[in-house]
């Protein structure tokens, strides 16, 4: 049995014809389960945005290296602060210095001292507790401040209070983010062990459609679905492999299918997946490869197609094969898709661990007028969330909401998910959207 049929066994209620969301999601973890990439190399930090660790990277120093204020203000021993002092009362120390970052105060302190002492200053010893300057009355070499606005410790940061030396700082598969590039910096590593890129190679197909430069023709519309895709696998942080616009030949088809199996570790074609007379795509996907071909209950993106291009004719599906993802010619269908499936099978491909593959979390949001909506589908209707004070966010249906229509999800910021078994939503309504990427 091939590995397609094999998934599909496996599977409850299995039906291609009528697939569900849910159902593409798990077929599809499990076709990738196996991570494709394996290969590693030391990249540099400035580099390192949005690959997938290698290894754990383990702390080689406490972060911070030293206890430090928190605050501009005064550093003094706060065992003189009682918790029965009268709500009134003060608190007066003799300033015998002042503690700058970068350099260490090592005066000599006697009972009733403080320190000025600036943010991240290293913590004078003998002192633990630091008062804000604007809680201060200074006069001379006198600082006066309330009792009653801090108790021992506060604004004291421990060494190793971020991170201790010796213990994981990031996890193998996790996906480098700004934040994350910011913690390797701030232990003192100049490079990180990362995954190789995910390769992917794209490419539309359609007589219909017109490449950037060539002159408008009548029932011709130019390519946006490569551009798309482009961006959205540039932001995943693929390889791209882009192969272009591909007639309407199989002889064609046939032979660019070969070249991007060839060349990458999947591969994304959109348009030919359905039925119609000149989709040979289909039929040329099922000669090549092991190959699946749904009709998905969602709106928009009905048709798609899902299987294993053999990296040699002469060699079986598997081992050596590029996982491929047939999408469908509209555009916003092109972009749903991607996200809904195709995005968290590649980070699963790519090595990240299963946290960082899931697709991301859906917001609520109260619906700012009625939308209509048949159960038996999932629909992705592009919104437009905004902030609402003290209350669930609100989000408007944006514009136009036709599969081919990309202004409108130039204008939403998130696509509302109306779920498989969900009606109309009137207004006022929770309803879930899956936020877009800015």
């Known amino acids: 049995m091939s590995r397609i049929a094999d998934i599909a066994a496996a599977l409850a209620g299995y039906d291609p014809q009528a697939l569900s ?13 196996p991570a494709v990439v394996s290969e590693r190399e030391e990249v540099a930090l400035r580099e390192a945005l949005g690959r997938v660790l290698a290894e754990d990277i383990v702390s ?29 009362a003060s608190i007066e120390l003799r300033v015998v210095g002042t503690a700058l970052a ?5 005066g000599a302190l006697a009972a009733g001292d403080a320190v000025r002492i600036m943010t991240g200053a290293v913590m004078p010893e003998g002192l633990d507790t630091v008062i804000p300057q604007e809680f201060c009355k200074v006069d001379g070499d006198r600082v006066r401040f309330p009792a009653k606005v801090l108790r021992r410790g506060d604004n004291r940061r421990f060494a190793g209070e971020d991170l201790m030396q010796g213990q994981p700082a990031l996890r193998r598969g996790e996906r480098l983010s700004p934040a994350a590039l910011g913690m390797v910096a701030s232990l003192g590593l100049p490079s990180v062990p990362a995954l ?5 190679a794209y490419f539309s197909t359609g007589d219909e459609i017109l490449s950037l430069g060539e002159p408008p023709r009548e029932g011709a519309v130019y390519d946006s679905n490569r551009y798309t895709v482009f961006g ?20 064609t088809l046939a032979a660019t299918l070969q070249q991007a199996a060839s060349q990458a570790d999947a591969i994304i074609t959109s348009g030919g997946v359905s039925v119609g ?9 099922q000669q090549l490869g092991d190959m699946a071909f749904w009709r998905v209950a969602m ?42 499936f195709v995005r968290p099978a590649l980070l699963r491909m790519m090595g990240c661990h299963e946290i960082a593959a899931a697709p991301p979390p859906l917001l609520r949001a109260r619906a700012a007028s009625a939308i209509r909506k048949k159960p038996g589908r999932t629909e992705y209707q592009r919104g437009f969330v905004r902030a609402v004070a003290g209350a669930l966010p609100e989000v408007r249906i944006a514009g136009n909401q036709g599969s081919g229509v990309l202004s409108s999800m130039v204008e939403a910021n998130g696509l509302v998910v109306l779920h498989h078994d969900q009606g109309n939503v009137a207004a006022g309504d929770e309803v879930d959207v899956m936020m877009l990427e800015a």
């Open 60 to 88: 080689p120093v406490n972060v911070p290296p030293h206890d430090n204020s928190a605050m501009d203000g005064f550093a003094f021993d706060g065992a003189i602060l009682r918790d029965d002092s009268p709500t009134d």
């Open 21 to 33: 969301v849910g159902g593409v999601q798990a077929f599809l973890a499990q076709l990738v389960a």
């Open 196 to 200: 190789r890129r995910l390769r992917v």
């Open 299 to 340: 709106r928009p993106g009905r048709p798609m197609a899902v299987g294993l291009v053999p990296r040699s004719q002469q060699a079986p599906p598997q081992p050596g094969s590029a996982v491929l993802f047939g999408l469908p010619g509209n555009p916003v269908a092109v972009m749903v898709t991607f996200l809904a």
């Open 277 to 285: 007379a000149a989709d040979h795509t289909r039929a040329v996907m």
């Open 232 to 251: 959205l696998l540039t932001r995943l942080g693929c390889e791209v492999v882009d192969l272009g616009l591909v007639r309407d030949d199989p002889a």
């Open 102 to 106: 970068g350099t260490a105060w090592r």
